[in-house]
Nanobody, 120 residues
Framework: VQLQASGGGLVQAGGSLRLSCAAS????????MGWYRQAPGKQRDLVAT???????NYADSVKGRFTISRDNAKNTVYLQMNSLEPEDTAVYYC???????????????WGQGTQVTVSS
């Protein structure tokens, strides 16, 4: 199983970026998917999550600016980031809790991370 993230980059404050993360491999079912971020010298923090049913959860710092969505048919999660601020600069990691084919317990998987840099 692999999670491949893309869409990071450099943007000016006030700009927008869209991150994507596709899960592939021997996947039977995916429960939650989401995004975390880690700034230099800081811990990895929740940004947003979404369940298979579409329920969402956001960090207070991104509410009203970021929108998480997913395409269950494509095993893909998206993060639309608007009104970006320099404080949003971090490596963004996608996440999925899933069942692999032939495995009877949920497992957590992480993508490789994509850098988002917001200049002031």
């Amino acid at each position: 199983v692999q999670l491949q993230a893309s869409g990071g980059g450099l943007v000016q404050a006030g700009g927008s970026l869209r991150l994507s993360c596709a899960a592939s491999g021997s996947i039977f079912s995916i429960n939650a998917m989401g995004w975390y971020r880690q700034a230099p010298g800081k811990q990895r923090d929740l940004v947003a999550t979404i369940t298979s049913g579409g329920s969402t959860n956001y960090a207070d710092s991104v509410k009203g600016r970021f929108t998480i969505s997913r395409d269950n048919a494509k095993n893909t999660v998206y993060l639309q980031m608007n009104s970006l601020e320099p404080e949003d600069t971090a490596v963004y990691y996608c996440y999925a809790r899933l069942l692999r084919v032939g495995v009877i317990r949920w497992q957590d998987y992480w993508g490789q991370g994509t850098q988002v840099t917001v200049s002031s």
